[in-house]
């Protein structure tokens, strides 16, 4: 079957649906096909006052701000803006609030559109589109083109050719017109994803969106915050205390709380109250936590007690060994993505050389998780996966490429797939004999297990410290890296003031340095 065909017989079938639906209507429908139907907001009300509880992102984001509101000062200086800001988090965190906050803040126009708006179209009617509107964009610098969902783009694949050649070709439109302009002609792309592991990574490379924002999900602070926005014009019993609501609701977003607070207000009115009082809001969190339970985003008591001694166990590890990367921040906030808790670890600069012992202190650091769950629960848990495949790798480099084993200075190849390499055949040739491979196999399973005694050690004798830091965690959601040097009865580090945090993109950390995450 020709695809043109298919094409044709669509194209036809939609003009009949089209007239179908009244003549003016039809010509207005067909006409507009190719236009951009993003949303353009000229006055955007949102300020960074109607976003509470996720302070990093809004202050990674003021640069943008101060840029959109002078642009003149940027270019003067020769200064290079970020062309595209990703804002990646768990849904209902605020991502689209605050693209519209920032385009609020600095009086800008902004440029709305969806990922999922492009999915199940024509070919080349989402990249019309992606065209016009980076072409209206260019009309009214400085100002925002927000693209909402932006995996929605890369998420249609293998849902049939037609959307999926539709999506490559949007895609690519999107990066054309992204490489196509100067930042200095003031046009900045922000978009927003919950999945940023599935996107495209050419989207991602220096020049387009060369800048990441997490947007959490907000800790108790946060959520009082948030809570405290969202009861404004909400008729509340002055017994209503809301520190306590946000106690319980750990793992709650921004979106959660503002349901919560509505629900409340519904409940209330249905019984006739003049006011909410705590009783409804009691009732409103039993309700929305079993919706998120029931949407599987809720961690239990026990999952969290495992998972903040798993997370303590490396950054307890990381500070107490030598040549380990030191700690940001331990947080067990839910993450969504998978990830239910979160070592930061802040970048020591650039290495371009490590020891063996510090190799092994990174050994160490990875199983210290694995090694925390067998000291403080009592048993392993799936947790350390991730963990475990960074620090087999490291171990397997020893041996095999840096000649710190007992097998001497020699190199061993690491045995070739087909499947990575199809033109190696069915695998490549090893260059060394079976018995090899067996002695090369004991060395690597001999420093992972020197790695996790060595961090079983560092925990044991730490063991009322790591527990003591267990307590505080589970109940302040997170601890700084210099929290944990005090209990640790460590001196604080020189750059400790300052705060930058190292990630750019934490669920998807590639190399060891990068932070820490487990899967669920
Ligand atoms: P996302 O785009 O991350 O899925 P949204 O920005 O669409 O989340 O949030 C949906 C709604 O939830 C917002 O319109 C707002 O009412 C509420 N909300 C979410 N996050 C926050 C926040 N950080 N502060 C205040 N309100 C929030
Ligand atoms: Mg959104
Ligand atoms: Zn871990």
Known sequence: ?????????????????????????????????????????TEETVTFED????????????????????????????????????????????????ARAVAGEAKRPFYHISGSDFVEMFVGVGAARVRDLFQKAREHAPCIVFIDELD????????????????????????????????ST????????????????????????????????????????????????????????????????????????????????????????????????????????????????LV??????????????????????????????????????GALGLTWHRLAEDRYLMTASELQSRIAVLLGGRAAELLFIGEPSTGAHDDLAKATEIASDMVRKYGMSQLGLRTFERPRMAM??????????RDHGDETAVSIDKEVDRLIQEGLELARKTLEERRAVVEALAT?????????????????????????NRSELAPRKPEAAPEAPDPETKPA
């Open 152 to 183: 929605a783009l890369g998420k249609a694949r293998g849902a049939g050719v037609i959307s999926h050649e539709e999506r490559e070709q949007t895609l690519n439109q999107l990066l054309v017109e992204m490489d196509g302009f100067d930042p």
């Open 300 to 337: 239990s008591p026990a999952e969290r007690r495992i998972v903040a001694f798993h997370e303590l166990g490396h950054a307890v590890c990381a500070e107490t060994l030598p040549g380990a990367d030191p700690v940001q921040k331990v947080s067990i906030v839910p993450r969504g993505m």
């Open 420 to 429: 990575v390499n199809p033109e190696l055949g069915a695998a490549s040739p």
């Open 51 to 98: 976003v509470a509880g996720v302070d990093e992102a809004k202050e990674e984001l003021k640069e943008v701000v101060d840029f959109l509101a002078n642009p003149d000062r940027y270019a003067q200086l020769g200064a290079r803006i970020p062309k595209g800001v990703l804002l990646v988090g768990p849904p209902g965190t605020g991502k689209t609030l605050l």
């Open 186 to 297: 003031g046009v900045i792309v922000m978009a927003a994803t919950n999945r940023p592991e599935i996107l495209d990574q050419a989207l991602l490379r220096p020049g387009r969106f060369d800048r990441q924002v997490l947007v959490d999900r907000p800790e108790k602070e946060g959520r009082r915050k948030i809570l405290e926005l969202h009861v404004k014009g909400v008729t509340l019993d002055p017994a209503v205390d809301l520190e306590q609501v946000a106690a319980r609701t750990p793992g709650f977003a921004g979106a959660d709380l503002a349901n919560l607070v509505n629900e409340a207000a519904l409940l209330a009115a249905r019984r006739r109250k003049a006011k909410v009082t705590m009783e409804e809001f009691d009732e409103a969190v039993e309700r929305v936590l079993v919706g998120l339970e029931k949407k599987g985003r």
């Open 472 to 496: 505080r965690l589970l109940d302040e959601q997170q601890l700084s890296g210099l929290e944990i040097r005090r209990a640790l009865g460590l001196p604080a580090r020189e750059q400790e």
């Open 1 to 41: 079957m020709h695809a043109w065909l298919i094409v044709i017989g669509l194209v036809v079938f939609l003009w009949l649906w089209y007239s179908s639906r009244g003549g003016a209507a039809a010509q207005r429908g067909i006409l507009s096909f190719g236009k951009s139907r993003a949303r353009e907001v």
